[in-house]
């Protein structure tokens, strides 16, 4: 494969643009203060960033003013993966940087919250609000006996409520932990129970695609199977009473009292995250106070060019990693916006909807979204005021060079789409958004800063232009400190350093061009691998899906034990297609003249429709699992699946093959 690059950029950054740039400020101001270099523009500040990791991290947090209440010793103590030391000896706390713009009388009556509901009313919370209610429910906490180290968790939607009580669990030196409310009481225990909380947070229910769905049964069965809660915290987001034995967020947020943060080791540990969990219990993931202050300041502040007068909206909900990085936008002084509902209620441009009248600036959403939007043929750019939006970013999956175009041509021409790519296990990008490169279709713009991205072959020879493992040859802060009951690291250990010691591998496919950007073909994990040919299935979904008749489509590529390769391409077809000969052949034809024959599958399946995990993603590597012949209750931890009954098709086609 190769990337689908085009020589002319898609888009270019005005000379006005690149000056103002947060990024291009920092390396002007870097570059006497640090050595950072003064010429070379990006390319060579990132080359900087990683040979000079050390100087690199002191410089990001003297930019951004990183309040230590004890000095650090040194940036780095031990460089080992796994187990790098980050400012060893330093003592901070996240809340305190996060409302810190409430300190500004400029700025405290300004809103660092909007949420927004399904009904497009907006709810703002000013800083200076903000504050307080964090400081009364911190105090709070510590009346419930809550202490440094402490899990605090959230069953809770994308709403005010959830980032209040996360910045005053972070202020105490508590440990925060969420789950959307969508998530049964299944997958919320197997997430929850590792951790052991002290504190629920709750709702009666939630909202969505118009309906209420209530909680107060599931709410019930995680009271009763959580025994190390303490105290239940009541939000009645449907206006029912708080049941016997549990709180009333109202009370515990009513006192006017100033926060009192905490201050804590640079390690000490911020929130719990869990990976999808397709493969068994989820991964608890721990990072740092610390860690996640400078790298979301690095991220946020300088590749999202995120500051005081702009106005940060994410499609995400908190059982996902990008509410974390979006309640993070505080750290940027930006305002916040938090939508609670469905991604296409009432209609597919409901997204585009609210950045329109919350005034975003930068509206991120998934590539799954861009795709279904461009499908519906709706036209964002026509029918909504979006001259504040200047950039759109994607995540979830590659965003497909379709999809670029159609940003391109629907919403604004002069619109900077960034594509980036990250994990929960780092709660960031390791590439993605550059405010002063251009973009190409198809393509990351470029690593992030003290990112050493590199693409490797299976021997650990680096390569360009070609197709290779994404690995990360030097500390990131972001990083683990650890998971969660895996005392002596093993888990940890075996997820990112089994292949290439000492280097973190992540499990996906990329090819880094010439030029210095990214393209990401998908999860080498569950890489196509004909005839010892590695193709990634995110190429054969944007060939197919451009066609009306398909809805999506799931590709697997499976060994088997007689050393043959079958690979089946399931197909959830548009309302009103049919699957025939006809249309098979299309299918077949498409992916042979956009790919080449070699990508061509064994069979075309429809299917009821595709699985995922709860935050979006195609479950490949289950499905690729049942279809060896593996039992379902070992391929899949099923309450990390959106539509779990689908599994029983594939499951049952497994049975029919032996």
């Known amino acids: 494969m190769t990337p689908a690059a085009s020589e002319a950029p898609l888009w270019q950054p005005d000379p006005e643009r690149v000056e103002a740039a947060a990024v291009t400020r920092f390396q002007r101001w870097a570059a006497p203060r640090y050595g950072a270099p003064a010429d070379g523009g990006y390319a060579a500040l990132h080359r900087w960033s990683v040979e000079e990791l050390d100087t690199f991290w002191q410089a990001v947090a003297d930019w951004f003013d990183i309040r230590f209440s004890t000095p650090y010793e040194t940036v780095i103590g031990d460089r080992s993966m796994p187990g790098a030391q980050w400012f060893p000896g330093a003592t901070l706390n996240y809340a305190e940087h996060a409302l810190r713009t409430a300190d500004d009388p400029l700025r405290a009556d300004a809103p660092a919250l909007i949420h927004v509901d399904e009904t497009h009313t907006q709810v703002p919370v000013s800083w200076s609000e903000l504050r307080r209610q964090v400081g009364a429910l911190a105090a709070g906490l510590r009346a419930l006996g809550v202490t440094p180290g402490d899990r605090v968790s959230g069953y809770l939607p994308n709403i005010p409520q959830a980032a209040v009580a996360f910045l005053a669990t972070a202020a105490v030196g508590g440990v925060w932990t969420s789950c959307a409310p969508d998530f049964g009481a299944r997958g919320v225990l197997d997430r929850f129970q590792q951790v052991e909380p002290v504190v629920l947070f709750t709702v009666d229910g939630y909202r969505y695609g118009g309906k209420e769905h209530d909680r107060t049964e599931t709410v019930a069965e995680l009271r009763r199977e959580l025994p190390t809660v303490r105290a239940v915290v009541h939000i009645p987001l449907l206006g029912t009473e708080a049941p016997e034995g549990a709180l009333d967020w109202s009370r515990l947020t009513a006192a006017d009292t100033e926060p009192v943060f905490e201050q804590v080791p640079f390690d000490h540990p911020l929130w719990v995250l869990y990976s999808s969990g397709t493969t068994g219990l989820p991964k608890a993931i721990v990072q740092s106070q610390g860690g996640i202050l400078l790298e979301h300041c690095k991220q946020l502040g300088l590749h999202c060019d995120l500051g005081p007068e702009d106005r940060f909206f994410w499609y995400t909900s908190t059982g996902w990693m990008m509410w974390n990085f979006l309640v993070s936008g505080l750290l940027t ?78 919403v604004a021409e002069d619109l900077w789409i960034a594509s980036v790519s990250g994990g929960t296990d780092v709660c960031s990008c390791f590439a993605g958004a550059v405010p002063t490169l251009p973009v190409h279709i198809g393509e990351l713009q470029a690593p992030c800063l003290g990112t050493d991205l590199q693409a490797w072959d299976p021997d650990g020879r680096a390569l360009t232009g070609e197709v290779g493992e994404l690995v990360v040859a030097a500390p990131m802060p972001s990083m683990p400190i650890r998971f969660w009951n895996d005392p002596d690291g093993s888990r940890y250990h075996d997820s990112y350093f089994d292949v290439y010691p000492g280097v973190w591998r992540h499990g996906d496919w990329i090819t880094l061009t010439e030029r210095g950007s990214v393209v990401i073909h998908g999860r080498s994990d569950s890489t196509l691998n004909r005839q010892g040919v590695r193709m990634g299935s995110a190429d054969i979904y944007e060939a197919v899906e451009r066609l009306p008749e398909i809805r999506e489509c799931l590709v697997i590529g499976v060994e088997e034990p007689d050393g043959g390769y079958w690979m089946p391409l399931f197909v959830h077809l548009a309302e009103g297609a049919t699957l025939d000969d006809g249309l098979r052949e299309s299918i077949k034809r498409t992916i042979r003249e956009n790919l080449s024959p070699r990508h061509v599958p064994d069979e075309v399946i429809e299917v009821p429709g595709i699985p995922h995990t709860l935050t979006g993603k195609r479950v490949e590597v289950p499905v690729k699992r049942l279809l060896q012949g593996t039992a379902l209750s070992k391929a899949v931890s099923t309450g990390s699946i959106d539509h779990p009954e689908l599994l029983h098709f594939y499951e049952e086609l497994a049975r029919a093959r032996r």
């Open 333 to 410: 002084g930006s305002t916040v916006v938090l939508y609670d509902g469905s991604p296409g209620f009432p209609d597919v441009s409901a997204q585009w909807r609210v950045a329109e009248q919350t005034g975003a600036t930068l509206f991120g959403t998934s590539a799954a979204y861009v795709m279904a939007c461009r499908k519906a043929g709706v036209h964002p750019g026509r029918d909504h005021d979006l001259s504040r939006v200047q950039c759109v970013a994607t995540t979830g999956s590659p965003l497909p060079p379709d999809g670029f175009r159609w940003l391109h041509d629907a």
